[in-house]
């Protein structure tokens, strides 16, 4: 078979030499008692590069070995892309949402061997869905391995952000001792409203980790909680994001992009929310609109936008996101730390061997399967696509 793999480049100084740690603590199981990604063999080293070209998710090996051919490549976008040459007669594609590599209806129509497309990570907005279901490929993406992940690099943004750290930091990088000037957007956390659009494995652990701070916790999500988690964490449910957003300081959105959450997000929500909230997004970019949140910020009606997602990715080097006001924004790294690579490379792999073994892929990894959605597809997207405008990546100049 032939295995098509796109990640992003690779150090611009080239793979390390060495890594802070040498080891990564060891976790057991998720928290609702999953295991954690299973393959049979591992040919990487854990704590490592894996994510970039010469990482290669640590699967050539395996592949190759197997009688595969892979083929991995950063060139993904615009006219003469080395992805688009592959697709056309690859079995499998393999793809990062931090780099991803857009399946649109036209080139999923141009891969006419194409039968599973993999996520390595969580979030498979950059396949049109719709086109998946209708061409019967398979969409399946690694649940959970990246889902704390995101929710650490949630709670350092909202503190971060409310502290105001960026500001502060940047004064003593600068040589100053300004401190006027670095307290005058800052406050504590303790005590606000915090509320999070879906309480999945994300929302619900970002929650979680939240608590300790002292502050009263909101969700919204389209499945209720169980009554012994909302008591838990003295949680108040909302039955809609209006709802919700109108009492917050904080908004954290944690829902997949889909129809229904594409632009959620616009110029007459921001509108609805509490003068001067902050929102912390690392779901997806086009839940947000672009224009509306770097106007709210401008105008004071938001205090902070903080996230590292964008749309599309790479985010052109102009993206107005870039250069707004108050924003806290990294490119899109939270679930791709150097611990989350591990689980999400050994995911593929667990996937990858069940494929070759004609054994099932675990239930919670499915989000596509004969022409449905299915497994968390099922429980945490709707029907259709989401990746239009997707051709503008071409516009970003690597620096
Ligand atoms: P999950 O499937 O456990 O949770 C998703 C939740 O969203 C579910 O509870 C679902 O009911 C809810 N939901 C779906 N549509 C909704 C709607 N219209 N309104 C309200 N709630 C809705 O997934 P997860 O692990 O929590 O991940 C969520 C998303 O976060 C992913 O789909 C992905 O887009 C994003 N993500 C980002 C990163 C990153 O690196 N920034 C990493 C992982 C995931």
Avoid at 118 to 145: F, N, P, R
Wanted: charged content about 25%; glycine content about 8%; some cysteine.
């Amino acid at each position: 078979m032939k295995i098509l793999c796109v990640l992003y480049d690779d150090p611009k100084g080239g793979m390390p030499k060495r890594y802070p740690l040498s080891n990564l603590p060891k976790l057991d199981k998720y928290p609702d008692g999953m295991s954690l990604p299973s393959p049979k063999g591992r040919d990487f080293t854990p704590g490592q590069l894996l994510g970039c070209v010469s990482g290669e998710l640590g699967l050539r090996k395996f592949l190759e070995s197997n009688g595969h051919e892979f083929i991995v490549t950063s060139s993904k976008d615009g006219p003469g892309n080395e992805a688009d040459k592959h697709i056309v007669d690859a079995d499998i594609v393999i793809s990062q949402p931090f780099f991803p590599y857009y399946l649109t209806r036209e080139k999923i129509k141009t891969a006419k061997n194409l039968k599973m497309a993999i996520t390595a990570g969580i979030g498979s907005d950059h396949v049109d869905l719709q086109a998946a279901m209708d061409h019967k490929i398979d969409v399946v993406e690694v649940t959970y391995c990246n889902s704390r992940s995101v929710a650490e690099h949630i709670v350092m943004m909202i503190i971060s952000m409310v502290r105001d750290y960026h500001n502060q930091h940047r004064i003593v990088n600068e040589g100053g001792w300004n401190i006027a000037d670095a307290v005058q957007r800052s406050y504590d956390v303790e005590g606000m409203h915090i509320g999070t659009v879906a309480a999945g494995r994300i929302g619900l652990d970002a929650l979680r980790k939240m608590k300790p701070f002292g502050v009263h916790l909101h969700y919204f999500d389209r499945h209720r909680l169980s009554t012994a988690i909302e008591q838990e964490l003295n949680l108040t449910f909302h039955t809609s994001v209006e709802s919700m957003v109108k009492v917050c300081d904080v908004v954290t959105i944690n829902c997949p992009l889909h129809p229904e959450t594409e632009n959620l997000f616009d110029t007459a929500m921001i509108n609805k929310m509490k003068k001067g909230a902050y929102i912390v997004n690392t779901a997806r970019g086009k839940i947000c609109n672009r224009e509306a949140i770097a106007a709210a910020l401008t105008s004071g009606q938001l205090s902070g936008y903080a996230g590292d997602v964008w749309f599309p990715q790479p985010a052109p080097n102009d993206h107005i996101w870039r250069t707004m006001p108050n924003h806290g924004m990294t490119p899109h790294t939270s679930g791709t730390s150097l611990s989350a690579q591990t689980r999400y490379a050994d995911g593929v792999r667990e996937i990858l061997e069940c494929y070759f073994d004609k054994k099932p892929i675990r239930q919670q990894y499915l989000i596509v399967q004969n022409g449905e959605l299915a497994g968390v597809g099922k429980h945490s997207y709707s029907k259709g696509s989401a990746t239009s405008g997707s051709e503008e990546a071409a516009r970003y100049k690597k620096q």
